[in-house]
């Protein structure tokens, strides 16, 4: 049996059940409505083919500084003329910084969510500061890459970011939200020359009015590729349906050459099911100026395929290989779809020739815990939580998303509305604009692109000028997929962006449906953005003091509408194609209708760590037709209300239903979808029980009761599984439970954790008033949850979450890692302080003076050197002074340390600050050690090389400082 038949197997859940030990009974107790969240799977987490083979991730060992540090001032001609030139950076830009008391980060990093709550900081971005902070990263580059095109990807950087590799700028990024894809190629060293990649990161710039983090908030990567190549997002391969009813995958790529001829190569495409069966293939040549590019085209032919539908994503598999003889291959590999969709200004939005309609979320971007910086398993349970509710769409609010998003979106069925962030169309925004495009153009979830949000120009001819040509952008591009812009005013204005757009989108203007749709009887029209309602996880009593709503869907900003009003609006509206509903998840920053100590919104139909809120049961009872559902809020723990009326609402998809306290009837209503049945029931502690029926018949169940106190913690994972790949990760989920093992919705309890075999990277509650600390070892029960998220050891074996809390038996359970194989790392490599700078004298026929130095402006007579630079002797003049200043790194300097010379060629004394340290006999190439005493001060390294008559000699290789260990 295959390893992942076992794993979906009843044997191998048998085999699992011992393992969980403590929890085993918590978990079984839990059944029918005591477990607040979907009980554990025995699966591992999506991990697809590798998209580029040469494509390692960069995310391990950085050097992290927050905090900005000014760049020295430059003083004397001599330093203002070097400092001019390429590869002379200052300060902590410069390759031999000294940055070994720096912390060392991974990445995905965002330092922002682990800094205190800030009564001054703005409230949009949650009450975080963020500032300014460095990162760099020593690479190596082995002596096999030379040849090869090098590049530096970052997923994202928030905000601004200036890059610096080997000494030079190599970039200005003026988004938090694009992928930066730099080649190194022209200035990349190797083997024992080290590279050196820094990262300057503005964040106190701002694009958006939410939580933006800070920091190198996704992955990195560096690809090595052959000498001719694809380029990056090279590939286009969006299958289209053809008028005769024949499916084809017409298939682009976009190849490079860094080569000083031009060269040939064949392109050779193939197309697989999700089996693994060759379904189509299909060869073109092409030839790459040098320096220059070149597309390569051909159109695979595809019979019958299976379509891609938010219900059955079927996938294939696409390979582009470039081949050219002399060197090894370069693939890339994706994931298409087939799939029709269009857009009807009068029956709304068409998926596969059938009406779809739109079940929307719009989402920023962080989560509890870990703010920004999503782990990718992360990002796929968050679309899971979408799904469940019935959703089948996500508006990427209000920028580029996660590539990892977008996997988890094409794999599981979420249509995406992907979102443009800058308003803007000067050169360096236009870039962002194709960049996003080319990007996510192949994705088979993604069927529209948003070029703006709410943007004060767009009832204006200058609005409709600048969408008409952000549009026409798209459209050379991409010219399957409808452009919008979601607007909020303008809506009549004689120029106006609606007229610019192949389909409107409307946000807010619920009001305005009927009157739009009856002026502009051609135009297709989406709700872009609609409720803006407020809710507090778990609290059923509105308390405005203490920043509280109750989540019955009775409290709305005033400007957007309620749950249920905002989806009637448009479920009864045909024309309107559907809706994205503000917002999916609660997110940091924006604490509409509050400010402090509110650091996080009430919008969401979950909280920040993925809990439902009342608002989750109402969208699930009203988008799922496919089975009978029914819930109950609220809880039913009021003691002291005795008599009291409680409002009880049944979310709930059936024809009727029959609510029943301890054993008598309280009522029976219809059901109306869009309103939902609503009683007030005086409270007497018990069952509280909603019967759905259909046809008369009962066909749901939902049961509240009365709970104990709390006695006992209880652990629920997403994932009885874990792949220990030292990646994966998941939200574990922490409640507390009576006597008879039922969830106890009013407990507020600290609660301390502990793990073995992984990491807890961060933590969260839900509430939107807290002020916790997001990372260590104590959070507090908000509304009876909160919640871990774990990540695991690369290692198989066990993985162990304790929880406690004075007074209460403690939780445990046992994960299972299983082995797997880790994602290949660029290794770390320690930096070295490696001397640069160095200047060598004319030449000489008498044995110069150590003390011997160029004047401040002399810039000719004496070589600037780079390592490995050597120049022949005179006959006569065979004498050469070679040297250098500079300031050891700390460690050195309190403890002394060692000047490596890798290799010197000729007879050579070394000085140190004028003291004869070391000599070197023999005219070869040879190393040499020299000691370097303790010190802090700037040290000065002289060389006097006597060179072999009519033979270079110098510094064939780099000169090092080790640490005294």
Request: charged residues 25%.
């Amino acid at each position: 049996m295959k390893r992942r038949e076992f794993i979906a197997s009843a044997g191998f859940v048998a085999a699992l059940a011992p393992a969980v030990g403590v929890e085993a009974a918590s978990l079984k107790a839990g059944r029918h409505h005591h477990l607040p969240m979907p009980a554990p799977r025995t699966v591992l987490p999506s991990r697809q083919e590798a998209d580029e083979p040469g494509r390692l991730l960069l995310d391990r060992a950085w050097q992290f500084h927050r905090g900005d540090i000014p760049f020295p001032e430059i003083k004397g001609h001599g330093w203002t003329y070097s400092s001019a030139k390429a590869g002379q950076a200052q300060g902590p830009a410069a390759t031999n910084f000294d940055d070994s008391d720096w912390q060392t980060v991974d990445l995905p990093h965002d330092w922002a969510v682990d800094t205190p709550f800030d009564k001054d900081a703005n409230p949009s971005q949650g009450y975080r500061r963020r500032g300014y902070a460095w990162y760099r990263r020593t690479l190596r580059l082995e002596p096999e890459d030379r040849g090869k095109y090098i590049e530096l990807q970052f997923g994202a950087i928030a905000t601004n970011a200036t890059i610096w590799f080997n000494g030079s700028v190599i970039a200005h990024n003026w988004s938090g939200y694009n992928s930066i894809n730099l080649d190194l190629t022209p200035t990349a060293r190797f083997g024992d020359h080290l590279n050196t990649i820094v990262v300057r990161v503005d964040a106190e710039k701002m694009e958006g009015w939410w939580y933006e983090g800070a920091g190198i908030y996704r992955h990195a990567w560096l690809a090595k590729r052959p000498p001719v190549y694809i380029e990056t997002d090279g590939i286009h391969a969006d299958p289209r349906l053809g008028p005769d009813g024949r499916w084809t995958v017409p298939v682009t790529a976009t190849l490079g050459n860094i080569l000083e001829g031009e060269a040939s190569a064949t392109v050779s495409v193939e197309l697989t099911d999700a089996e693994g069966r060759l379904i189509a293939g299909g060869s073109a040549e092409a030839t790459v100026p040098p320096l220059g590019t070149q597309e390569a085209r051909l159109d695979l032919a595809v019979t019958d395929p299976k379509l891609w539908s938010v219900d059955t994503p079927n996938l294939y598999t696409l390979r582009a290989r470039l081949t050219r003889e002399g060197q090894h291959d370069d693939l890339r590999t994706m994931r298409i779809g087939f799939r029709t969709f269009r857009f009807d200004a009068d029956q709304g939005f068409f998926l596969n020739g059938e009406p779809l309609k739109i079940k929307g979320t719009c989402n920023h971007q962080d989560h509890a815990g870990v703010g920004v910086a999503m782990p990718d398993t992360l990002w796929e349970w968050r679309i899971q939580r979408l799904k469940a509710m019935g959703s089948n769409a996500i508006r990427c609010s209000h920028h580029a998303p996660a590539t990892e998003l977008l996997d988890a979106c094409d794999r599981l069925g979420m249509l995406v509305m992907d979102e443009n962030r800058n308003f803007n169309t000067s050169p360096d925004y236009m870039a962002q604009l194709r960049w996003l495009v080319r990007r996510d153009r192949n994705r088979p979830s993604v069927f529209m692109w948003s070029v703006f949000n709410e943007e004060p120009m767009q009832g204006t001819g200058a609005g409709y000028e600048m969408v008409r040509r952000m549009a026409a952008e798209v459209k050379a591009l991409d010219d399957s997929r409808p452009v919008t812009a979601a607007m909020n005013a303008g809506l009549y204005a004689p120029k106006n962006v609606s007229q610019a757009v192949d389909v409107v989108g409307f946000n807010y203007q619920q009001g305005e449906y009927d009157r739009f749709h009856a002026a502009n009887p051609k135009l297709p029209l989406i709700s872009s953005e609609d409720t803006s309602a407020f809710m507090t996880r778990g609290a059923f009593e509105s308390d405005p003091e203490k920043h509280v709503i109750a989540s019955y869907d009775d409290t709305r900003s005033d400007w957007g509408n309620t749950h249920r009003q905002a989806w009637k609006a448009i479920a009864e509206r045909p024309f309107v194609a559907g809706a994205f509903v503000w917002t999916g998840f609660d997110y940091r920053g924006e604490p509409t209708p509050y400010e402090w100590p509110s650091a996080s919104s009430f919008f969401g139909i979950m909280d920040l760590c993925g809990f439902p809120k009342t608002a989750f049961l109402l969208h699930r009872a009203q988008w799922v037709d496919d089975r009978p559902l029914i819930d109950i809020a609220p809880h039913w723990n009021w003691a002291g209300r005795e008599g009291q009326p409680v409002t009880v609402m049944v979310p709930t998809n059936v024809e009727r239903v029959r609510l029943v306290l301890n054993g008598k009837t309280v009522g029976e209503e219809a059901v109306d979808r869009f309103d939902m049945p609503r009683w007030q029931v005086p409270y007497e502690p018990g069952r509280l029980e909603a019967i759905g029926y259909r046809g008369g018949r009962e066909v749901a169940r939902a049961v509240v009761e009365t709970t104990g106190a709390p006695v006992a913690l209880r652990l629920t994972p997403d994932r009885m599984l874990m792949a220990g790949d030292g990646e994966d990760v998941q939200p574990v989920t922490i409640d507390a439970v009576d006597a008879k093992g039922r969830h106890v919705a009013t407990a507020h309890l600290p609660v301390s954790f502990a793990i073995s075999g992984g990491d807890i990277i961060g933590h969260g509650n839900g509430d939107p008033n807290s002020h916790e600390p997001e990372k260590g070892n104590h959070r507090r029960l908000f509304n009876g949850l909160a919640q871990l998220i774990v990540r695991s050891d690369a290692a198989k074996g066990p993985l162990v979450v304790t929880a406690s809390a004075a007074g209460l038996r403690s939780a445990r359970v046992n994960l299972h890692r299983l082995p797997a194989t880790p994602r290949e790392q660029v290794p770390a490599t320690p930096s070295v302080q490696v001397l640069e700078g160095w200047r060598q004298s004319p030449p000489s026929r008498e044995k110069p003076d150590p003390d011997m130095k160029p004047s401040d402006t002399d810039m000719n007579s004496w070589l600037w050197l780079n390592t490995g630079e050597l120049h022949a002797a005179q006959e006569e003049a065979r004498w050469v002074v070679v040297r250098t200043s500079f300031t050891p790194r700390h460690r050195a300097q309190a403890r002394g340390g060692t000047l490596k010379f890798s290799g010197i060629v000729g007879r050579a004394e070394v000085w140190l600050d004028g003291k004869r340290i070391a000599d070197k006999q023999g005219y070869g190439e040879a190393a040499l050690e020299a000691p370097l005493p303790p010190g802090n001060a700037e040290r000065i390294v002289t060389l006097l090389v006597e060179n072999e008559p009519g033979r270079p000699g110098g510094l064939a290789k780099a000169v090092a400082v080790a640490d005294r260990r």
